[in-house]
């Protein structure tokens, strides 16, 4: 069964990092196009960033390009999202999911799996 997990989320106060990683069950996540995304209660869904099956990554969010960076631990076949500088507005659900090609695109139906999400919340 292939599977996406999400780990590294939790609560932080305002400014603080959060480092969170992705992990694949039953395929090789180096291999695939993997992206970030969120969605907070009440908004539609927000691609963050995505890094490709071929290298090099994609920032979808201009706003969040100087805070957010998207990398691949390959020793841990794993792809992290280091936030910094968080802030209350970050707060929402953060999901990682594969697209079955090379090209990165913050279209959430062109992803063919998607992890459960873990929780992200920003609070003074």
């Known amino acids: 069964q292939l599977q996406l997990v999400e780990s590294g989320g939790g609560s932080v106060q305002p400014g603080g990092s959060l480092k969170l990683s992705c992990a694949a069950v039953g395929f090789t996540l180096n291999d695939q196009t993997v992206g970030w995304f969120r969605q907070a209660p009440g908004k539609e869904p927000e691609g963050i960033s995505c890094?490709?099956?071929?290298?090099?990554?994609?920032h979808f969010a201009d706003a969040l390009k100087g805070r957010f960076t998207i990398g691949r631990d390959f020793a841990k076949d794993a792809v992290y999202l280091q936030m910094n500088d968080l802030r209350v507005e970050d707060q929402a659900r953060y999901y990682c999911?594969?697209?079955?090609?090379?090209?990165?695109?913050?279209?959430?139906?062109?992803?063919?799996?998607w992890g459960p999400g873990t929780q992200v919340t920003v609070v003074s």
């Open positions: 890094v490709s099956n071929r290298g090099g990554s994609t």
């Open positions: 999911a594969v697209k079955i090609d090379s090209t990165c695109s913050d279209n959430t139906r062109l992803y063919h799996y």
